[in-house]
Nanobody, 122 residues
Framework: QVQLVESGGGLVQSGGSLRLSCVAS????????MSWYLQAPGKERELVAG????????SYADSVKGRFTVSRDNNKNTVLLQMNSLKPDDTAVYYC???????????????WGRGTQVTVSS
């Protein structure tokens, strides 16, 4: 049974920090690229940060560059999102995503967590 379980969300003041965690189970975590998405009320889900399966490359949305850091521990099946200098505009539900595309078989495997709420007060 595949599971992605996010935690670490909450209420924080503007300028504060939070660290989100996503623990995976039920699939071979080390073969999946991992990403964090956010979805603000009334808006579409958008990509925030991603990290390759072995953790050698990361990428960030322009809105969070320099403030957020994504990392992973393949021994613990965990991906983290360290969020610093938080702003009210960062308020959203944050989702963990796992994605693997296997070219040899042209298959796409993708999983989502249920999300964790982050609220930044001004």
């Amino acid at each position: 049974q595949v599971q992605l379980v996010e935690s670490g969300g909450g209420l924080v003041q503007s300028g504060g920090s939070l660290r989100l965690s996503c623990v995976a189970s039920g699939f071979t975590f080390s073969t999946y690229a991992m990403s964090w998405y956010l979805q603000a009320p009334g808006k579409e889900r958008e990509l925030v940060a991603g990290i390759t399966s072995v953790g050698n490359m990361t990428s960030y949305a322009d809105s969070v560059k320099g403030r957020f850091t994504v990392s992973r521990d393949n021994n613990k099946n965990t991906v983290l999102l360290q969020m610093n200098s938080l702003k009210p505009d960062d308020t959203a539900v944050y989702y963990c995503n796992a994605l693997r595309i296997t070219m040899a078989t042209m298959t796409r495997n993708e999983y989502w967590g249920r999300g964790t709420q982050v609220t930044v007060s001004s």
